[in-house]
């Protein structure tokens, strides 16, 4: 009797169990790491070739990173046994692909390639979501008196939301990287844009884009495709008047393939960056990036 009694209770608890064990558990969409777009670009004025190890990873425990400098890492005989990403061959007036990182606070120890010391160790954020240039320049000097190296993140946008471009239009960028001795002012710069007429006799017009652009700053302007000339002027005083370079220096071909001195075709719908720097002999160098806006990444 009491075999019977038990028995249903049994076997309701077991088709319970055999139900609930059938039901299929809800999906949980694992969490997406944050990420950052990042690029870097060797506009050093005497660093001929650059070396980027991101992460570095030491043969013995240092007391407290924040702290340690170049001096504590020659001094304590440290030697970097690993790293998470190594950029190699960045040459100056140079810049590397898009990478993607990890976001948050990583040490980036910047190496001379060619004769293999160390230039910078330093901790940089990579921000969640953010295109970044990280761009390398100045003049490197083991006397801090004349040293001026130094590495300046320049953020482009944000991953998730969609670069616009004004319609039958072009984004252009200029960067005054020109560095100077720590005795000496600094320059700053003012940019026209040449551009001629399409007539049977060429006729410049002049468009001032940026004036007073200081050392490591930036500016954009949007306009419409045209065979331009860019001329960058000093702009330090009210009297400056000096041309210090022009681009192009060489001859380009026109929209329809004729060979067009000092100017050079833009086409709509891209974004041009120019970064603006001088070399070891002070000659000014104007390096140009063309690309498309990015696609939207989402978060």
Do not use: H
């Not at 000339?229 to 380009?252: C, H, M, Q």
């Amino acid at each position: 009797m009491w075999s019977k009694f038990f028995r249903i209770p049994v076997l309701l608890l077991f088709l319970a169990i055999v139900y609930y064990g059938c039901v299929e558990e809800p999906t949980i969409t694992p969490v997406s790491k944050p990420f950052t777009v990042a690029k870097f670009g060797n506009f050093t004025n005497n660093v001929k070739n650059v070396r980027i190890l991101v992460d570095p990873v030491f043969n013995k425990k240092i007391p407290s990173r924040i702290t340690v400098s170049i001096e504590d890492y020659v001094k304590d005989s440290l030697t970097v046994v690993s790293w998470s990403k190594e950029i190699t061959n960045l040459t100056q007036s140079n810049y590397t692909d898009y990478l993607d990182f990890p976001s948050g606070d990583r040490y980036l120890m910047i190496y001379d390639a060619d004769s293999k010391k160390v230039i910078s160790y330093r901790l940089y954020s990579f921000i969640s979501y953010e295109e970044t240039t990280f761009i390398l320049s100045g003049y490197y000097s083991t006397n801090a008196n004349s040293n001026t190296f130094a590495v300046t993140a320049v953020k482009e946008g944000n991953t998730y939301i969609q670069e616009f471009i004004q319609k039958d239009s072009l984004s252009l960028y200029f960067y005054n990287l020109i560095s100077t001795a720590p005795n000496e002012n600094p320059i700053n710069l003012k940019i026209i844009l040449q551009y001629s007429t399409k007539t049977d006799t060429m006729v410049l017009k002049d468009s001032v884009l940026v004036t007073g652009l200081a050392f490591k700053a930036s500016k954009g302007k949007n306009f419409g495709q045209k065979d331009y000339r860019i001329v960058v002027i000093n702009d330090t005083s009210a009297t400056s008047v000096d041309t210090l370079a022009v681009f192009p220096e060489k001859t380009y071909s026109d929209a329809l393939g004729f060979p067009l001195a000092g100017f050079k075709y833009l086409e709509n719908g891209f974004m041009y960056s120019y970064y603006i720097t001088s070399d070891t002999s002070k000659k000014i160098v104007i390096t140009e990036l063309k690309r498309l806006p990015f696609e939207v990444r989402p978060k």
